[in-house]
């Protein structure tokens, strides 16, 4: 006399939890690939939520956080959503290398923009005192100059903090005009 249940039981049990296993495995797998991947122009990815693209910022959730957390898009590569797996082009890359390279440099009025960038040193650029430049003319120098500055420095991003420009008596005896422009450069 055969007596073989005690022996399939237990094939069926192992069999059972195998297939629980494999279940599991597969449910977790699922979750983690809806996480969202932001790739930072400076090689960091953060993982986590993307709430909202406004126009100059993300704002997101780190992973198992519910804090919304704000970057922007100046420093952001792009945006692979873990859901659909869809691509998301955000900003390029922008490349400072030297002086020469000033045009590059982009400024920014609102500290929001700055988010995710490193901060680097204060800059200043500023016509002369003696200048007989109509307005608009000495701003766009003043502005070339702290670009120049900036760019000396390899940072392509500037947070303006001070925009001033003298006219008449207010500015020098001869009645010229100047133009002051102060900020803080940025990198990736």
């Given at each position: 006399m055969l007596y073989l249940?005690?022996?399939?039981?237990i094939n069926l049990e192992k069999m059972k939890k195998s297939i629980l296993?494999?279940?599991?495995?597969?449910?977790?797998?699922l979750i983690f690939a809806q996480t969202d991947k932001i790739f930072k122009h400076n090689?960091?990815?953060?993982?986590?939520?993307?709430?909202?693209?406004?126009?100059?910022?993300i704002v997101f959730k780190y992973?198992?956080?519910?804090?919304?957390?704000?970057?922007?898009?100046?420093?952001?590569?792009?945006?692979?959503?873990?859901?659909?797996?869809?691509?998301?082009?955000?900003?390029?890359?922008?490349?400072?290398?030297?002086?020469?390279?000033?045009?590059?440099?982009?400024?920014?009025?609102?500290k929001s923009y700055i988010a995710g960038l490193k901060k680097g040193e204060e800059v200043r650029g500023k016509t002369g005192l003696i200048n007989f430049q109509t307005g608009n003319t000495g701003d766009k120098k003043a502005e070339k100059k702290l670009k120049m500055e900036a760019a000396k420095l390899?940072?392509?991003?500037?947070?303006?903090?001070?925009?001033?420009?003298?006219?008449g008596a207010s500015s020098n005896s001869l009645g010229g005009s100047q133009a002051i422009k102060?900020?803080?450069a940025y990198k990736y």
């Open positions: 249940a005690p022996k399939s039981t296993l494999l279940m599991l495995l597969m449910t977790s797998s090689g960091e990815t953060v993982n986590g939520k993307v709430i909202r693209l406004d126009e100059y910022v992973d198992g956080e519910d804090a919304e957390n704000s970057i922007g898009k100046y420093a952001i590569e792009k945006i692979v959503y873990g859901k659909s797996g869809r691509v998301e082009e955000v900003s390029e890359k922008i490349i400072v290398n030297s002086e020469k390279d000033w045009e590059k440099v982009v400024i920014l009025e609102e390899g940072c392509p991003f500037i947070l303006l903090t001070a925009d001033k420009t003298t006219v102060k900020g803080v």
